[in-house]
């Protein structure tokens, strides 16, 4: 959340994190034009509700939601509510307001946005029928109506659809099938999103709760709702619930780095002081932010242990930060490494004036007090713990490590880069994110037209998806190239929908030549055994 962020550091964010997409346009969703990287930061508008039903407004709300998560597995840039919120705030417009075209131009010059999507929905004889325009901030142009329609418990369907449109009319080249993001909303309730939608924008922290809880009841593995839910009881200082409610969230879930820093945070603020480094130190070892390493020494700290050495880092990845020199200052202090500490409090003071803390620490050093001196004792200092989740700087660590990771696959040959584009499109699988994994597999197969593991993994997504015709096509594709385990399966698993057992248990039969310690291929054959269909 950047409530204290300047809009203008966002939009450099957003811009430079648009530089990758543009260098790594490998990947079939490459961007329209390059050399014009701020064109791939969107921002989604909530969608006028038509239909003369107020009890529909929280739909309003959903698009915007539905739209960001799609449209950022394809490669653009989203402004999420919260930066949405704070633009209205910033040029004096309540959060409802419903804007023209021309203040629609003025809040998206505001966060820099290359392109603006508005719309609108109706409800008629029980269907959703939905209208999308993509505005084109730079051009100031106005694409044709975007629609599409659909039963109203069917939602999801209407918005995934015009996302996969709105992606299509700004990056005409985007190679991600409509069917896969249909079923990118699977496993997760309509009643359970009304929820969370209405959750998330109530007015009064009891709403919140209250239906942040209900989304997670109906749909226990619906992240986003746990991950606001745990932030929500955090705030209300119900930190224990916040921290069970935060550590279901899987580690390999997109937004687990958020939740282990709040959980972190509230394993703090109960004094469980390792549970909370052993948070952050998660969330450290995947984007190491200066204040995800703060908050790991202040834990590490707490315990009685040396966190000098994560202090340290802190403040050198931050050096105009006037808390990290603190908190090194009194890492110092605790060691008697006074010299040391005097200069990290010396550089306090000098960014930070009136720090009385820190000037209390300065005489203290000055007088060479150890800690343990009863004199000392009564101004020991504490470190100073972070609290808020910084988003802006989240996703500049996620830029270059993302960086990081284009360079050096652009040196590899191409059959490496097609292993690594699927190894990375397996993990998307492992998280239901049907529209990333697609991408990979896509960029593995452009990277190698003989990659099998990318045709295989085209397969398994194909078979998500539910469109089993191509999904046979991509396994026997895999197998010609290279007979794969995850190919035969595949196979396996469309055989046994149509209830052909002996192509199923032949499938599993080749799959074994191939690998025969395989786990999953193991477990098929005993599902078809079970059927009374023998596998050799």
Partial sequence: MLKSAPLRL??????????????NSAQPSASPDASAPGQRVVLVLPFENRSGQPNLNWMSDSFPDTLNQRLTSAGFLTITRDDRVYALDHLGLPTDFKPSRATTIRIAQTLDAGFVIVGSFTVEANRIKVQAQVMDVNQLTLSKPLDDSAALDRLFDAENAVAWKVCKQMNPQFGVAEQTFLSASNGIKLTAFENYIRGISAATPQERTKRLQAAVQESPAYTAAQLALGKELYADREFDQAAAVLAKVPRNDRVALEANFYLGLARFNDAKYAEAEAAFAFVASRLPLPEVVNDQAVAQSRQGHDGTALFQRASSTDPNDA??????????YRRGAFPDAQREVDATLKLKPADTEAAELRTLIAAGHAPANKAAAALDPTTRIRRTYSEAGFRQATFELDQIRALRLATLPPAQQATEFSQLGHEYLAQGLLPEAEEEFNAA???DFTSAQGHAGLAQVREQSGDSAEARTEALASIKLKPNANA???LARLDLQQNDLPAAALDVQNALRVEPANPAVMGMRQAIQNRGQSVP
Avoid: E, G, M
């Fill in 488 to 490: 035969y399966l595949v």
């Fill in 10 to 23: 966002l939009a450099l964010l957003l811009c430079s994190t648009a530089c990758l997409h543009a260098q």
């Fill in 445 to 447: 197969i452009q990277a």
């Fill in 323 to 332: 808390d990290y020199h603190f908190n090194l200052a009194v890492s110092y």
